[in-house]
Nanobody, 116 residues
Framework: QVQLVESGGGLVQPGGSLRLSCAASGFSFSMYRMSWYRQAPGGKEREVVAGISNDAGSTNYADSVKGRFTISRDKNKNTVYLQMNSRKPDDTAVYFC????????WGRGTQVTVSS
């Protein structure tokens, strides 16, 4: 059974840091490109935040998070991470993990709130 389980969300003050984790199981993790998406409140569309190739050789980021967020993956733990620094209120959203190769999978998301 394919599973992507996000964790690490919560409330953080502006300027603070948080690390999200996404534990993958039920598929060949090393073959899949992994990404983080987010969906802000108020009916906004889900947007890609960061992505990492299957071999961790390349990463890409949305302009809004470049220099503040870092995506990484651990092939031994079948886990992808999103380190978020210098958080802003606009970063408030539900963050989703995505895996894509032959087919795609989504996690259920974890809520991140940036507020003082």
């Amino acid at each position: 059974q394919v599973q992507l389980v996000e964790s690490g969300g919560g409330l953080v003050q502006p300027g603070g840091s948080l690390r999200l984790s996404c534990a993958a199981s039920g598929f060949s993790f090393s073959m899949y490109r992994m990404s983080w998406y987010r969906q802000a409140p108020g009916g906004k569309e889900r947007e890609v935040v960061a992505g990492i190739s299957n071999d961790a050789g390349s990463t890409n980021y949305a302009d809004s998070v470049k220099g503040r967020f870092t995506i990484s993956r651990d092939k031994n733990k079948n886990t992808v991470y999103l380190q978020m620094n210098s958080r802003k209120p606009d970063d408030t959203a539900v963050y989703f993990c995505n895996a894509i190769w032959k087919g795609g999978y989504w996690g259920r998301g974890t809520q991140v709130t940036v507020s003082s």
